[in-house]
């Protein structure tokens, strides 16, 4: 009995009004340790990635110019240019496909 009188006043709130991020009594996520192994994943890999910009594979004598000699630039402008001509312009089309739908009731006598 004693129990059913102090569960009466307990109100189970399954929504709080408001921001719960923000202001004075803001509530706080725990930090699980799932949380502390994905940031500690994230640091090697932003590690990973510092050394890879600190030792190239090419030293800059070799990187000075080395695109414009294999031509990949030229061409990958020119493919470039190609396409957006070819997005600008009319398709071709034959007078027969223009006036096909003229077609539809012709028919043999």
Same mark, same amino acid.
């Given at each position: 009995?004693?129990?059913?009188?102090?569960?009466?006043?307990?109100?189970?709130? /399954?929504?709080?009004?408001?921001?719960?991020?923000?202001?004075?009594?803001?509530?706080?996520?725990?930090?699980?340790?799932?949380? /502390?192994?994905?940031?500690?994943?994230?640091?090697?890999?932003?590690?990973?990635?510092?050394?890879?910009?600190?030792?190239?594979?090419?030293?800059?004598?070799?990187?000075?110019?080395?695109?414009?000699?294999?031509?990949?630039?030229?061409?990958?402008?020119?493919?470039?240019?190609?396409? /957006?001509?070819?997005?600008?312009?009319?398709?071709?089309?034959?007078?027969?496909?223009?006036?096909?739908?003229?077609?539809?009731?012709?028919?043999?006598?």
């Amino acid at each position: 009995m004693f129990i059913t009188r102090c569960l009466m006043y307990y109100i189970r709130r /399954k929504h709080f009004p408001g921001r719960l991020d923000l202001g004075k009594h803001k509530m706080i996520p725990r930090v699980t340790s799932l949380m /502390k192994a994905r940031a500690l994943q994230q640091l090697l890999l932003e590690q990973k990635n510092l050394d890879s910009l600190e030792n190239p594979y090419l030293t800059e004598a070799e990187e000075e110019g080395h695109m414009e000699d294999s031509g990949k630039i030229q061409k990958m402008q020119e493919e470039y240019l190609h396409e /957006k001509r070819q997005k600008t312009m009319l398709k071709h089309r034959l007078m027969d496909e223009h006036l096909d739908h003229l077609n539809v009731t012709k028919q043999w006598e």
